[in-house]
């Protein structure tokens, strides 16, 4: 089994920043990649930012350069660091990780979910 839980979210200010966390955990042999998705009440989910182990980022379309993503690939967790939010923003925010089962077949793992929200 594995875990995956975020944390961070919350009430900000249109300009505001907020940084979210989430960590994966339990019977993992290895992770290939860890993001960020959200999803907005009446939209699909989307992706906000993917990171992996060697480092390479994949944004979402319309966020690079207001928000970047790290890791800790000792930790398994991954960060997201939002700056300049908007109202456009608010959303449930999702952390992924695609845990390698076997050197054919990965596995994604979903968190519950961050609420951030972004008024005035």
């Known amino acids: 089994q594995v875990q995956v839980a975020e944390s961070g979210g919350g009430l900000v200010q249109p300009g505001g920043s907020l940084r979210l966390s989430c960590a994966a955990s339990?019977?993992?042999?290895?992770?290939?990649?860890m993001g960020w998705y959200r999803q907005a009440p009446g939209k699909q989910r989307e992706l906000v930012a993917t990171i992996t182990n060697p480092g390479i980022k994949v944004y979402g379309d319309s966020l690079k350069g207001r928000f970047t993503i790290s890791r800790d690939n000792a930790k398994n967790t991954v960060y997201l660091q939002m700056n300049s939010l908007k109202p456009e923003d608010t959303a449930v925010y999702y952390c992924?990780?695609?845990?390698?089962?076997?050197?054919?077949?990965?596995?994604?793992?979903w968190g519950q979910g961050t609420q951030v929200t972004v008024s005035s």
């Open positions: 992924n990780a695609r845990v390698v089962l076997n050197p054919r077949v990965t596995y994604d793992y």
């Open positions: 339990g019977s993992i042999s290895s992770i290939s990649v």
